[in-house]
């Protein structure tokens, strides 16, 4: 696996006025987050770009439900963020963006995505070019809608999780939850209505329970993710 380098040093983000500032503001302050380490070689006590994220991501008070790290393989890759965008709302992938044989993450979130987020990827490209020039281009990272969760795709270098997190994710974590959720998604089940104590409650939903609150990232059974 090889994955274009990128500095640790970021632009700091702009603040966000008019709707986006709004929105900000209603976003809630603790999001559901999945990390996932593509990599032949490292191991959870050598993941130092999971160790990164995880850190970072408990420090502004939001909540890691799952981690892992998985081979340079489609199908673990796959198997792991379908699992993923079940439980989390934002599912952090890194690894496995780059050019060579073994590079395999792009193409499959690729095949997961029902609606792109191409800015991550230019906005990503933009700040590793600032950094190392031309060598910018060899990062495929990547993001977007999968069901009811936002995946984002990123070289596997600690200084380009740092770039990416630092000069994009650090503060639009809730952001990202509150667009995700303030209209449902389509395939997304919706939670059961709130019943009263004299009401029966229903049946449950197939897919629901358990797992993110409202019930954002479940899939209907025999959704083909």
Same mark, same amino acid.
């Given at each position: 696996?090889?994955?274009?380098?990128?500095?640790?040093?970021?632009?700091?983000?702009?603040?966000?006025?008019?709707?986006?500032?709004?929105?900000?503001?209603?976003?809630?302050?603790?999001?559901?987050?999945?990390?996932?380490?593509?990599?032949?070689?490292? =191991?959870?006590?050598?993941?130092?770009?999971?160790?990164?994220?995880?850190?970072?991501?408990?420090?502004?008070?939001?909540?890691?439900?799952?981690?892992?790290?998985?081979?340079?393989?489609?199908?673990?890759?796959?198997?792991?963020?379908?699992?993923?965008?079940?439980?989390?709302?934002?599912?952090?992938?890194?690894?496995?963006?780059?050019?060579?044989?073994?590079?395999? =993450?792009?193409?499959?979130?690729?095949?997961?995505?029902?609606?792109?987020?191409?800015?991550?990827?230019?906005?990503?490209?933009?700040?590793?070019?600032?950094?190392?020039?031309?060598?910018?281009?060899?990062?495929?990272?990547?993001?977007?809608?999968?069901?009811?969760?936002?995946?984002?795709?990123?070289?596997?270098?600690?200084?380009?999780?740092?770039?990416?997190?630092?000069?994009?994710?650090?503060?639009?974590?809730?952001?990202?939850?509150?667009?995700?959720?303030?209209?449902?998604?389509?395939?997304?089940?919706?939670?059961?209505?709130? =019943?009263?104590?004299? =009401?029966?409650?229903?049946?449950?939903?197939?897919?629901?329970?358990?797992?993110?609150?409202?019930?954002?990232?479940?899939?209907?059974?025999?959704?083909?993710?």
């Amino acid at each position: 696996m090889t994955d274009a380098p990128a500095g640790t040093h970021s632009p700091s983000p702009v603040q966000p006025g008019g709707s986006a500032g709004s929105h900000r503001g209603a976003a809630p302050q603790k999001v559901r987050v999945a990390i996932l380490t593509v990599s032949d070689t490292r =191991t959870p006590e050598t993941d130092t770009s999971g160790q990164f994220l995880r850190a970072e991501i408990e420090a502004h008070g939001h909540e890691v439900v799952a981690y892992r790290v998985v081979k340079d393989d489609a199908v673990q890759i796959r198997s792991a963020l379908v699992a993923f965008t079940r439980e989390a709302t934002v599912v952090l992938s890194s690894g496995g963006t780059g050019i060579t044989g073994r590079d395999v =993450t792009v193409p499959v979130v690729e095949s997961l995505i029902t609606k792109p987020i191409p800015g991550f990827g230019e906005l990503f490209r933009m700040l590793s070019y600032q950094q190392v020039g031309g060598a910018a281009m060899l990062s495929r990272a990547v993001a977007g809608l999968v069901r009811g969760a936002v995946v984002f795709a990123m070289p596997g270098s600690l200084n380009a999780v740092q770039t990416a997190w630092n000069g994009i994710l650090k503060d639009e974590l809730g952001h990202l939850a509150f667009e995700v959720e303030r209209h449902g998604q389509p395939g997304v089940l919706a939670p059961p209505p709130i =019943t009263g104590p004299d =009401t029966p409650a229903p049946p449950p939903m197939p897919g629901a329970g358990g797992g993110v609150a409202a019930g954002l990232g479940r899939h209907k059974k025999g959704g083909g993710l």
